[in-house]
């Protein structure tokens, strides 16, 4: 095997970025029925638990059925569980475990390309889950169709931005256990109190400022806006929310993250 | 050296207040094996880091690393397109199999589909990994493990290969596989830097070796050349401290430099008959007259005791 006499280059930034999404793509397709299967199972729990028991001794919420207010907020809350998930305990047992990124960054791709690949792929898991939800919601008639489409985008958006933010946790964090913090005292929260199982006008007055810093209330907001066709300016502030807390947090981690990597 | 592979000049890298890496310099050529060798803790991968910038060298004093012509801190895209990295450590995705821990490196190669496929079949091939490929990371053995981590670096077709002590923890038939195939890379033009532990692996693979202490530059040179010109040729090695002193007792002053640890004595000199002769009077077993080895030369030059860094 002679040493190879092409002059070799380094692949482009688009070429990097594909191969960082394709191994999540492939780590994830390998297992199809267990991770294909709970997206679409995970929704119809939901309306049948929640929409058709609870939603039957609600009248209407914000002018809307019940089961259309829920099936309005879901696509987006589980693209957040998703990619929540996917950037800290997936992310830190690479980083930690399997020390997966160390051999990646023999690679030609840096670390940066290492995480923001990372992040398309958060997206696209968003994407997909988001994508699940809205079909079982449509079945269910829940959601209007094509309209109801739109969630999917915002998946993915939404699955970007708590992609990042989870990698931002994931930086500080030296023991995996301390994960449960961040998902029992903000996510949990959040997936309340931003207008997924309640109009944000029901909050005390004093509390509704703070709902909207929280990610999920823009995110659920724009689904909502969105797969009901009803827009208006305030989805653009929205919008622009979610992307700067998805530049901020996704380039603080990856500055931290880089300080783990390379030493 | 203007065609040196690498380039290191006075390269310096700190921990807090540890000098990993003090004042570094050396090259390597094209086409040859250069080893690191040094204990535990010596600097070895924090230099290899440092070429394809998984490590970062101080900012002062000043030093400069040059690969390929590049400065890792400013192209480390065009070191590792050139590169293959065997880490010390066989950090292989377990989330994936076989075959798909090489196509996925491919991707990150930038490799077309068909040369990768291609390319892969080689390797396996080479590496007598062929009915693994469907294999979970898993069920591989160390040595099959070692092996895929080596094919894993060499997908690329890299002109330079860094190996981070390759073979420990390895069987000898596995360790002298690699040791051939190494060979027969190299032969092929192949640049090869590595760390290892085994100075019979520095000596069978290395045209040139740097000795490290603590970060600093203690011993360089070919590995056939320091045994001639840095050590006696001959030991005699004692593993019973009561009779030792009495047998050297009758050695002339000046025939042989004694080196004692708690529970062996070594005679090294050049007149081999004379530690022959101290040899035949000792009773058998638990003594051996031998060439000195690199062995002796690097226990020479960084001491037999253990340091903090161990």
């Known amino acids: 095997m002679p040493v ?50 609870l939603g ?85 008639g ?19 931005t708590f992609g990042a933010i989870s ?32 109009p944000l006008d029901s909050l005390p007055r004093g509390l509704r400022p703070l709902a909207e810093i929280l990610p999920l209330t823009h995110a659920v907001r724009l689904t909502r806006s969105l797969a009901l066709s009803r827009f208006s300016p305030v989805l653009i502030a929205d919008l622009a929310f979610l992307v700067i807390v998805t530049l901020l947090a996704g380039y603080l981690a990856i500055r931290r993250l880089r300080a783990r990597i390379v030493v | ?95 994936l199999d076989v075959s798909q821990n090489l196509h996925v490196f491919a991707k990150l190669y930038g490799m077309p589909a068909r040369r990768a496929d291609a390319r892969i079949a080689e390797l396996l091939d080479f590496m007598e990994l062929k009915e693994k490929a469907r294999a979970n990371i898993r069920e591989l053995s160390g040595g099959m493990k070692r092996r895929l981590v080596i094919v894993r670096a060499l997908l690329n077709e890299p002109r330079l290969l860094i190996l981070d002590e390759p073979t420990t923890g390895l069987d000898p038939q596995v ?23 085994y100075m019979e692996e520095a000596f069978q693979l290395c045209d040139d070796v740097l000795i490290i202490e603590s970060g600093k530059a203690v011993l360089r040179g070919n590995p056939k050349l320091l045994v001639a010109q840095h050590i006696e040729p001959y030991v005699l090695e004692m593993t019973d401290v009561n009779v030792a002193p009495a047998a050297l007792a009758s050695l002339a002053p000046g025939t042989a430099r004694v080196e004692q640890s708690d529970e062996s004595v070594r005679a090294y000199g050049k007149d081999y008959e004379a530690l022959r002769a101290i040899a035949d009077k000792l009773p058998p077993g638990n003594h051996h007259l031998r060439p000195s080895t690199l062995e002796d030369v690097f226990l020479k030059a960084t001491g037999r005791t253990l340091d903090a860094r161990q």
Request: hydrophobic share 45%; charged share 15%; net charge neutral.
């Open chain 2, 1 to 95: 050296m203007a065609d040196a592979v690498i380039i290191f000049d006075n390269v310096h890298k700190s921990y807090r207040n540890v000098k990993a890496v003090d004042g570094i310099s050396f090259e390597v050529a094209p086409s040859t094996c250069f080893g690191l060798l040094g204990r535990n803790g010596a600097g070895k991968s924090t230099i290899m880091r440092l070429i394809y910038r998984k490590a970062e060298r101080d900012r002062t004093p000043p030093g400069k690393v040059s690969v390929f012509g590049f400065d890792p801190e400013r192209d480390e895209l065009e070191i590792k397109c050139r590169s293959g990295v065997v880490p010390q450590e066989d950090n292989l995705d377990e989330e």
């Open chain 1, 56 to 140: 039957r001794y609600i009248a209407a919420m914000d002018g809307l059925s019940y089961l259309v207010f829920l099936a309005t907020a879901l696509p987006v809350t589980s693209a957040m569980f998703t990619a929540s998930y996917e950037c800290t305990f997936a992310t830190f047992v690479r980083l930690e475990f399997q020390k997966a990124y160390d051999g990646m960054v023999a690679a030609p791709v840096t670390v940066a390309d290492l995480f923001v690949g990372e992040l398309l792929w958060a997206g696209s898991k968003g994407f997909f889950f988001s994508g699940c939800v809205v079909l079982v919601m449509a079945l269910f």
């Open chain 1, 167 to 198: 990698l931002l946790v994931t930086s500080y964090v030296r023991n995996i256990n301390h994960f449960n913090f961040y998902f029992t005292g903000f996510l949990s929260p959040m997936f309340f109190f931003s207008g997924t199982f309640f």
């Open chain 2, 175 to 197: 360790r002298h596989t690699i040791w051939d195939k190494l060979r027969q890379l190299k032969r092929n033009g192949l640049t090869i830097l590595l760390t290892t532990h």
């Open chain 1, 4 to 53: 190879s006499e092409l002059q070799p280059h380094p692949p482009s930034l688009g070429a990097r970025l594909y191969s960082i999404w394709y191994r999540h793509m492939r780590v994830y397709t390998r297992n199809l029925i267990s991770n294909g299967l709970p997206p679409f199972m995970e929704p119809v729990i939901f309306l049948l638990g929640i929409g058709l028991g």
């Open chain 1, 142 to 160: 829940a959601l209007p169709l094509p309209a109801g489409l739109l969630a999917m985008p915002i998946g993915f958006l939404a699955g970007t």
